[in-house]
Each structure stands twice: as C-alpha cells, then as structure tokens.
C-alpha cells in the first residue's frame, strides 16, 4: 500500500488542507506545528508536507500576508489611534511566533510582508496620529504606580525593537528622507519620557 494510500495519512493530509486558512491560530505557529508536530504522524514526512502546503518560506509568506493583512484592517477601522495601538499590541503578544518570525525576516533582509502593505498600515496609524493631534482633545494623564520593571522591560524592548527592524521602519512611516540625527534625537526623547513614568505618583506596583 502506498503512502497516500494510508488511512492515516489520508486524514492528515486532509487536514492539513482544511487547516490552512487558519494557520495562524495553530499551537506553536504554522511551521512547528506542520514540520515538527504533524510529520512523525502516520510517517509523513517533510517531503510529502511540503508537496501538499509548499515550502517552509511558502507557510511563513502565507502566516505573516494574513496577521499584515488584520492590521492594515485594524488601522482604518480603528476609531482612536489608542484604540488600534491596542489592537496591535494584543495581536502580537497573542502571536509570538508570528511576532518572532517577521523580526527574523526583517534582520535577514527577507521580504515577507510586501512593503505596499506595510506602507498602507503605517499611512493609515500616522493619519491616526494626526486625526488624533488635531482634534484637540485632553491627552490622557500619564498612568500612575507602574512596576518599575515592566518599565524597564518596555523601554528595552523599545530600544532591541528599533535595532532589529529599523531598516524596514523608515520607509514604512515615510522616513527614508528624514534627517537621521533628529529621527534618533526624537526616538531618545521618547524613551526618556517612558523612563520618567517611574517618578509618577505611587509605590510602583509590583505585577504578582
């Protein structure tokens, strides 16, 4: 009996082809879950997966287009810049091995995400900002008693986030003809305020 003929092998491919417009929601993202967790099963191997869902750059390409395509969603439809910082923000902690493999791609110089659409995402979260600037309402006041390590662990994310993928940062929020020094002066300004929240009013609330 041949491969394919195998029962079992015959549902897990199945499977696999029903799966694929949700393999983002997969445990542990869409290639460890294909390529580690699926192929020892009823000895399919990696071969006959990628036969079926294409190569390991075809799953990832097909994960990161569908979490870009959410965001570009979430930055029109977003009432408040706020409102789709928030959004973001919880996709990509819910999604860490999306998160992981865009960061990945981004230092290795390898264009998963088209950079029309990450253009169009940023377009959109800047016309936010400047909706948001113009409409002169109060800002909201800085939070109060923040663990001083959460802090810290924002602020170095900020800084290895910023090294990691700054190269696809410029041209995503139109800075590519922006003075360098000022873009960076800025970027200091901006992780001096998060650090001045730890002089905010409060003991400094320690996260159990």
């Given at each position: ?43 399919v ?9 294409g190569?390991?750059?075809d ?10 395509q ?13 409102e ?20 990945r ?104």
């Amino acid at each position: 009996m041949s491969l394919r003929q195998r029962p079992q092998v015959q549902g897990l491919l199945r499977e696999l082809r029903l799966a694929r417009p949700t393999w983002g929601e997969m445990p542990g993202g869409a290639v460890s879950y294909l390529l580690v967790e699926t192929s020892p099963r009823g000895g399919v191997t990696h071969a006959l997966v990628h036969q079926y869902v294409g190569s390991k750059q075809d799953l990832l390409n097909a994960v990161i287009q569908r979490v870009a395509q959410d965001r570009v969603v979430i930055a029109h439809e977003a009432a408040s810049l706020r409102e789709a910082v928030d959004a973001i923000l919880s996709q990509i902690l819910a999604n860490p091995v999306h998160t992981k493999s865009l960061v990945r791609s981004a230092m290795d110089g390898v264009e998963y995400v088209s950079l029309r659409q990450r253009i169009e995402t940023g377009r959109a979260l800047v016309e936010l900002a400047d909706a948001t600037a113009a409409s002169g309402a109060a800002p909201a006041p800085p939070p109060r008693g923040l663990d001083h390590r959460v802090v810290m662990a924002a602020l170095t994310a900020l800084s290895f986030g910023w090294g990691a993928i700054e190269d696809w940062l410029w041209p995503i929020y139109g800075l590519d003809s922006s003075d360098k020094d000022e873009v960076y002066r800025q970027l200091g300004q901006i992780a001096a305020y998060l650090a001045d929240l730890v002089l905010q009013p409060g003991d400094g609330d320690v996260v159990k």
